[in-house]
């Protein structure tokens, strides 16, 4: 089936591109979110007379995205749950709980459609999570799933001394390959 966005669509489109869905896909998804019109010639006269209002409005929602990326781009996200002794968790975390999490925290409403997980997570630590906020924007945070705010807070404490000591090694193997290198061209030379 033949349709006409009218948003931009993650992995399908932008505004005005006309593209060959499944009839399922249109009829279950695109057409009744208001995300697309048949691309009939009725439709297509419709898009054309309402282009520039349609691209205004696709514009605004990409700043807003824009905003809300900014602000929670690269920003850690904590979640308080009850665990063993071993750090495994009663229950897990799931897409659901982290878009209450940043909803609770930023005051934006996040879908849990829009959070990509994976896996729901069973163990207390720091994670990795990616949240869709637009088609043109995904935003990744740190997720961090603790017994208490001491404990979350000695995890990322750990987590940055970890980092910084990596960063010493890399840091240190660089120097010793420099110095290497530049002792075999001396070599050379003489």
């Known amino acids: 089936m033949k349709v006409?966005?009218?948003e931009q669509v993650d992995k399908l489109g932008t505004v005005g591109d006309t593209v060959n869905v499944k009839s399922g896909y249109a009829r279950n998804y695109l057409l009744p979110n208001e995300l697309a019109l048949r691309a009939t010639k009725q439709n297509t006269e419709l898009f054309e007379s309402?282009?520039?209002e349609l691209l205004k409005k696709n514009d605004a929602k990409k700043a807003a995205a824009k905003?809300?990326?900014d602000q929670i781009d690269s920003f850690p996200v904590?979640?308080?749950?009850?665990?063993?002794?071993e750090g495994k968790l009663y229950g897990s975390v799931t897409t659901k709980d982290v878009a209450e999490a940043l909803t609770s925290k930023y005051g934006n409403e996040f879908k849990k459609s829009s959070i990509i997980l994976g896996n729901a997570v069973r163990e207390?630590?720091?994670y990795d999570v990616k949240v869709r906020v637009h088609p043109e924007y995904t935003a990744i945070i740190s997720l961090c799933i603790g017994q208490s705010d001491t404990a979350i807070k000695k995890m990322i404490t750990a987590a940055k001394a970890a980092e910084a000591q990596a960063a010493e090694e890399v840091q240190a193997e660089t120097t010793e390959a420099v110095a290497e290198s530049d002792s075999n061209i001396q070599n050379e030379e003489a």
């Open 124 to 126: 207390v630590g720091i």
């Open 50 to 52: 309402q282009k520039a």
């Open 78 to 85: 904590n979640i308080i749950r009850m665990s063993s002794d």
């Open 67 to 69: 905003k809300v990326f």
């Open 4 to 6: 006409i966005l009218i």
